[in-house]
């Protein structure tokens, strides 16, 4: 910011016709390089490089990642800055093999990083050219490229210096195809395969042979089974190792394992569900550096898993997240030697008030504890909790409904150094905020669903918590416009809120939330007093504003629509469902360049031609969510060239919903538990 | 004894090595190296089996062979005016022309002498069916003893022949052949001897010693693998004999068979002694009650590691293994495949099993080899350095095919380019060979890539480290065995030597 004010000063001076001698001319480059990695804000940048050729020239040299919105626009943008190194695509809708000639040619061996994520239009031939004219890239991604085939994976085996490589939900590719990247990319340290569908056993033990450089290995969900575990085990580097859904493996084949990887450090075997505690001990034996072992979904914790994992000493973090937990299974996790820093145990059945108490206080380093919907747990577990993990920076204890309104005073009197905490859909009342607002250190507090918390209680947090980023407020609906403001001018750093369903909320919040001015994520569905005149505050005040959802807010119309087309110019993802917009309002929208989400349901004043209008002008978009009713009235050429250019459409057919009561809202919500 | 019958005795023992073990005079070798060789085998087969060390075979078949000479004072003096000649001229490596017209005047007398008592024996075939005469029976049988008599003395000179014809393969296998159907004759004769010995008991049956002598060559023993050196007996055919289309003959007509039971069949025409039931079973069955050794087989390729005299033998286990190897490692490949034209095997029913899934081998690497399935795909590319999988031509528009094809077409002239780069290392390497000769045995290298495995399948069962740890060594043996073709100087090499 400093930064910025002299920028801004000197841009001032630069119109008094004095050309003197500037400061900045003794300043070497790489000091003024170093000055400009202090510039996070791409505004500050922006006007750092206005203020001068020579500025200018530096801003240029300077920038070493681009995130382009359009491809359209590629070759002037890089002509602008050579050294880009990384590249960036994933907002970009369209890429086609003509985009990645452009990169190719203007980049050449500058470009280390590329990121292809989310583009669908590009194939062989043009990552043929990136690959032979950029041969310093050490990083690609390729996810979602679902159409990509073996030739194309052929073709990136020509990068030999390749690194990184993500290939998640590349579905067309095969083993031959990751057979030619394991020859041609001997260098691979890091690679992903989640979803790939069509590798298997034999692409996966080839990677393992030939690069022997892995240090971390996605194979989610791939048919894979014991036999290139093997081969994927004796890799020397490996540390991290994703099995995430590998149905494929199970005790028997890891029984036959005799070695495990020494310097694995991260394991993770969610919905390993064929996996016991005796193919766990058998991986795990030589696994001694096991920091983090993930076993989700998998099977039952009892005393003989828990014992199998006894002989990791290292292990800090272990997630067993909707497994099925024995009382017996969880004393004796607390009786490892071993300090655990992180346990998850959420959605976890058999949760036990002795368990926990039990697993709590033997594991006293306690960073970071998950125990979203523990339902059985009581005050019992809150008060050995607080009591011994004192330290404790994230508590995640979502829907723990037995737990008593007074429990939660504990938390704040004994947890100061709490950064996160999640008590959504509790019985926390305005003593328990009074109690947490003494942990000043928290930047993500959520609240959603609490019915007992009003006003009183927030007013406490917003004046003591200043850090705080993330605040949900999702359905509490006692809260109101006093609570919303102490939080607006208390914690100056918001980037997100959500103030869903919460009926009391008027433009005077919105107003005071104007003044957060890193405000990226604003979520007022149902708030129906907000009219279009708190928009416009937040529109003028907010301008990282992102994330906007304002469905069911009847009152927002078109005005609220242009002050937001005028302003709101980094706006991606908008959802004005039931509200009064009209296709003036949408039509307006079409100049925010950088939009890319469209959700409008049961919009009485939408019309085809309104529609039609909006979208063709609408550059950027990538998925535009619509009522099923206009599939028809919409030409079917625009549809189809509005999905040549990368725009997804998504038909929903839902019926119109009446509001419920909250109260009564979330009587349901339990019925259907 | 008799000092001619000693000598004879000799040349026999070394007939016998002549026939069935080593062949070391036709080996080409130096003289020391037959020596050093003749002296080793003897160590390991014969102390190794006392039992069924030649001189005692032979000298178990000299009784009655002694007394039969004895009998007939006619041929004594043939015999003891020739063999000593014949076994001069066995130790004699030079070349000696006078020595090898001796020689084969012997064996024109000898043949003249053969061809007689074939003829008696056509001629008596009627009467003995008819008549049980005691007389005509020893008269039969001492025509017989006769005949075999013949038979070795022939076999013995015929072998004295060969180290004075060097590098005459024809020739070589001429008497490779010859010795087949000495060895098929001296079986049938032994089947009528032993039909007769059948209808005298007291006599002194001399068919112990044939019997064993059949079993060496046919049976195949037990199954049992890594059998601890020593513990079996090593017999090694002939070049020759391993590639003669036919190894049995007719020695009435002498037509050739593949098979015994062929022979036995035919034989069936030539009379009604040879009906019988005992004339019809298989030989070795009649002698189950003898000990049975297991008997191995050695190749006679000297580098190769079926050979006896590698480093890490490994023997074969039957005769048609024998066969198989020789033909699949040591020869050309002369049965082309004709749908692919590429596919070139030496062995026919190598070739059919190819021709049954020729074009179904989808799986294709940048070295241009095919495989039926993708697990010896992927084994292949794991093994070799810079192979990686060919992608088959995608549906993606003419114009990408045509693209990818000239791309692939791009990929597998560059490492046909890599190849020819490599030629200049594998020439060192062969210089190499011919410079360390049988000392190193650098084809312990070859083995595993070109020799032992001529299917590609067999690659994928060596111990991945050994490629790892040197890598760069190996790289040119790699990529050079790309290519099929076995004549890569590696069969040069050892002829070079001599």
Request: aromatic share 6%; glycine share 6%; hydrophobic share 35%.
């Amino acid at each position: 910011m400093k930064n910025a004010s002299i920028f801004a000063t000197m841009k001032k001076q630069k119109s008094i016709p004095e050309p003197t001698f500037s400061g900045f001319d003794l300043l070497s480059e790489e000091i003024v390089f170093t000055l400009l990695d202090f510039l996070e804000n791409p505004v500050d940048k922006k006007s750092f490089s206005l203020v001068c050729r020579s500025f200018y020239d530096i801003e240029s040299r300077h920038r070493k990642l681009l995130k382009p919105l359009r491809s359209e626009l590629l070759s002037k943008v890089l002509l602008r800055y050579p050294h880009v190194s990384n590249l960036d695509l994933s907002l970009c809708p369209r890429v086609t093999d003509a985009t990645l000639n452009v990169v190719s040619s203007c980049c050449k061996e500058t470009l280390r990083s590329i990121i292809l994520s989310r583009s669908k239009f590009f194939g062989h031939v043009g990552l043929s050219n990136l690959v032979v004219s950029c041969w310093n890239l050490v990083e690609i991604d390729l996810s979602n490229a679902t159409e990509l085939k073996d030739l194309a994976a052929a073709t990136i085996a020509e990068a030999k210096n390749l690194e990184k490589l993500w290939l998640v939900r590349c579905k067309s590719i095969t083993d031959i195809g990751i057979g030619c990247i394991a020859v041609g990319c001997r260098k691979l340290k890091f690679l992903s395969l989640k979803w790939c569908l069509g590798v298997g056993d034999l692409g996966v033990g080839l990677i393992a042979v030939k690069c022997q450089d892995i240090r971390s290995l996605d194979l989610s969900f791939l048919p894979i089974t014991n036999k290139c575990l093997t081969q994927v085990l004796e890799l020397k580097r490996l540390e991290d190792l994703v099995l995430e859904g590998c149905f494929g493996i199970d005790d028997d084949s890891l029984a036959a394992l005799n070695q495990g990887c020494k310097s694995l450090e991260t394991l993770d075997m969610t919905s390993c569900q064929k996996v016991s505690h005796v193919g766990l001990s058998s991986l795990t034996t030589a696994t001694a550096s096991l920091r983090q072992l993930i076993l989700s979904y998998g099977s039952r914790v009892d005393l003989a898993l828990a014992d199998s994992l006894q002989k990791l000493s290292m292990l800090q973090s272990i997630k067993l997240d909707g497994c099925k937990v024995t009382c017996s299974g969880l004393k004796a996790i607390g009786n490892w030697c071993v300090s655990l820093s992180e346990i998850s145990l959420s959605k976890c059945l058999g949760v036990t008030d002795e368990g926990l108490s039990s697993l709590v206080t033997k594991h006293k380093d306690l960073r970071k504890l998950d125990i979203t919907c523990c339902r059985k747990i009581t005050s019992t577990s809150v008060a050995h909790i607080t009591n011994s993990c004192t330290s404790l920076v994230s508590l995640k204890m979502e829907s723990c409904a037995l737990i008593p309104a007074e429990a939660f005073v504990l938390i704040g009197q004994r947890c100061q150094f709490l950064e996160e905490l999640d008590v959504t859909d509790n019985e926390i009342n305005d003593e328990g905020l009074k109690s947490i607002s003494t942990c000043s250190r928290l930047r993500s507090l959520k609240l959603g669903i609490c019915l007992n918390i009003t006003d009183e209680g927030l007013i406490h947090i917003g004046m003591s918590c200043s850090k705080l980023k993330e605040v949900d407020l999702y359905r509490s609906d006692g809260i109101g416009d006093s609570s919303i403001s102490a939080i607006a001018s208390g914690c100056r750093d918001l980037e997100m809120i959500n103030i869903a369903y919460c009926k009391s909320i008027t433009d005077r919040s919105l107003m005071s939330l104007s003044k957060c001015s890193k405000l990226n994520t604003l979520e007022s569905r149902g708030c129906i007093l907000i009219t279009p005149v708190g928009l416009e505050a937040i529109a003028m005040g907010c301008k990282q504003l992102s994330k906007l959802d304002i469905k069911k807010c009847h009152n927002i119309d078109d005005t609220g629509m242009i002050s937001l087309a005028r302003f709101s110019q980094n706006l991606k993802q908008i959802n004005f469902s039931y509200t009064s917009v009209t296709d003036v309002g949408l039509v307006s929208l079409a100049s925010i360049s950088c939009l890319q989400s469209i959700t409008v349901l049961h919009q009485r004043g939408l019309t085809p031609r309104g529609l039609v209008a909006a979208f063709l002008a609408c550059g950027g978009l990538t998925k535009v969510k619509l009522q099923a009713s206009f599939r028809t009235s919409l030409p079917e050429l625009l549809v189809k060239h509005l999905e040549a250019r990368g725009c997804t459409f998504l038909w929903r057919d839902k019926v119109f919903q009446e509001e419920l009561d909250p109260k009564c809202w979330k009587l349901h919500f339990n019925e259907i538990e | 004894m008799d000092p001619d019958e000693r000598l004879c005795a000799e040349t026999w023992a070394k007939s016998s090595s002549d026939r069935e073990p080593l062949n070391t005079d036709s080996n080409n070798r130096s003289i020391t190296d037959f020596d050093r060789q003749q002296q080793k085998w003897e160590e390991s087969s014969f102390n190794g089996c006392g039992a069924r060390d030649p001189d005692q075979q032979f000298s178990g078949f000299e009784g009655p062979f002694t007394s039969d000479v004895d009998s007939q004072r006619k041929k004594k003096d043939l015999h003891g005016k020739q063999i000593p000649e014949a076994h001069e001229s066995g130790n004699m490596q030079n070349w000696d022309p006078s020595a090898m017209l001796n020689n084969l005047s012997f064996l024109e007398k000898k043949i003249h002498q053969l061809q007689d008592l074939v003829q008696l024996v056509v001629g008596r075939r009627g009467q003995a069916m008819n008549q049980a005469d005691e007389i005509l029976v020893q008269q039969q049988q001492l025509i017989t003893a006769d005949l075999t008599s013949i038979i070795v003395q022939l076999i013995s000179t015929a072998g004295s022949l060969l180290p004075s014809l060097k590098n005459s393969e024809s020739l070589a296998s001429q008497l490779g052949q010859f010795g087949g159907i000495t060895s098929q004759s001296v079986r049938v004769t032994d089947n009528v001897v032993h039909n007769n010995a059948n209808k005298m008991e007291d006599h002194p049956d001399p068919t112990g010693v044939f019997e064993d002598h059949d079993m060496k060559s046919d049976d195949d023993a037990e199954e049992g693998e890594n059998l601890p050196p020593g513990s079996y007996e090593i017999l090694q055919l002939e070049k020759e004999e391993i590639l003669a289309p036919h190894t049995h003959f007719c020695t009435i007509c002498g037509k050739g068979f593949k098979r015994d039971a062929n022979l036995r069949m035919h034989m069936r025409g030539h009379g009604d002694e040879y009906k019988t039931p005992a004339a019809l079973a298989k030989p070795h069955k009649e002698s189950s009650s003898d000990p049975i050794f297991i008997k191995r087989y050695s190749c006679p390729y000297v580098g190769c590691k079926r050979n006896k005299d590698h480093k890490k033998f490994q023997p074969l286990k039957t005769i048609l293994c024998v066969k198989n190897h020789y033909k699949r490692t040591h020869c050309d490949k002369n049965y082309t495949c004709s749908r692919c034209h590429t596919k070139k095997f030496s062995v026919i029913a190598d070739l059919k099993t190819h021709e049954k899934h020729c074009g179904r081998d989808k799986w294709l690497c940048s070295c241009g080899t095919t495989f039926s399935r993708k697990d010896k795909l992927f084994g292949h590319i794991a093994l070799f350095q810079g192979h990686t999988p060919a992608i088959p031509h995608e549906g993606a528009g003419p114009s990408d095919q045509g693209q990818s094809r000239s791309e692939t077409a791009n990929k597998i002239e560059q490492l046909d380019f890599n190849y020819k780069l490599d030629e200049p290392g594998r020439s060192v390497c062969q210089g190499l060979m011919e410079l360390e000769g049988s000392g190193e045995d650098p084809s312990s290298y070859f083995s595993p890539l070109g020799f032992d495995t001529s299917s590609m399948a067999g690659f994928q069962e060596f111990p991945r480290p050994l490629f790892e740890d040197t890598e760069s060594s190996f790289s040119f043996f790699l990529s050079g065995s790309g290519d099929y073709s076995p004549k890569n100087g590696r069969y040069a090499a050892p002829n070079d030597l001599e």
